[in-house]
């Protein structure tokens, strides 16, 4: 995925990036992915926020506005809308479905220590034996007698 990074933004948008950095959230600002720009994008989450001021009120621009988001969501990008308004009123709390959203998506994420291969113990020290030909094999691992059956 390659992106552009451009300089400006709206004071709603640095309020925002402001409160992310605060918690330790990291993302670009002002990129274009996949023709569109995106106000903040978090890459580790594959998730884009647009802070929209008024002109997203008009039906053109909703319109525009929809097909960015199907682009983007048919990318994996999952697209949040704040508006400069609730920003400005209570940033906190046009926090809270940001930070649900992260927590969910951690709570799921795999963790290093979490990775478990004591399952494949028992099958290194089975050796198959195969029936199915005149000669019978014999296979150094599971995965070599897994992979011979491929050939077949």
């Known amino acids: 995925m390659s992106y552009k990074q451009l300089s400006r933004r709206t004071t709603a948008e640095k309020a925002l990036a402001a409160a992310l950095t605060k918690r330790k959230i990291s993302f670009l600002h002002n990129i274009y992915l996949f023709g569109y720009e995106i106000d903040l994008f978090l890459p580790a989450y594959h998730m884009a926020f647009e802070v929209d001021g008024f002109q ?65 113990e028992p099958l290194r020290q089975f050796r198959p ?15 070599d007698y897994f992979l011979s059956l491929e050939d077949k």
Not at 86 to 100: A, F, G, H, R
Not at 103 to 109: E, F, G, R, S, V
Not at 130 to 140: E, G, L
């Open 56 to 120: 997203h009120l008009s039906a053109a621009q909703q319109k525009l506005d929809h097909l960015k988001e199907e682009r983007l969501a048919s990318a994996g990008i999952n697209l949040f809308r704040v508006t400069n308004r609730q920003i400005y009123q209570d940033l906190p709390k046009s926090l809270i479905p940001i930070e649900t959203f992260l927590k969910n998506l951690d709570a799921y994420a795999p963790s290093p220590n979490s990775i478990n291969i004591a399952w494949k």
């Open 129 to 143: 034996n195969p029936t199915t030909s005149d000669q019978p094999q014999k296979f150094a691992t599971i995965e």
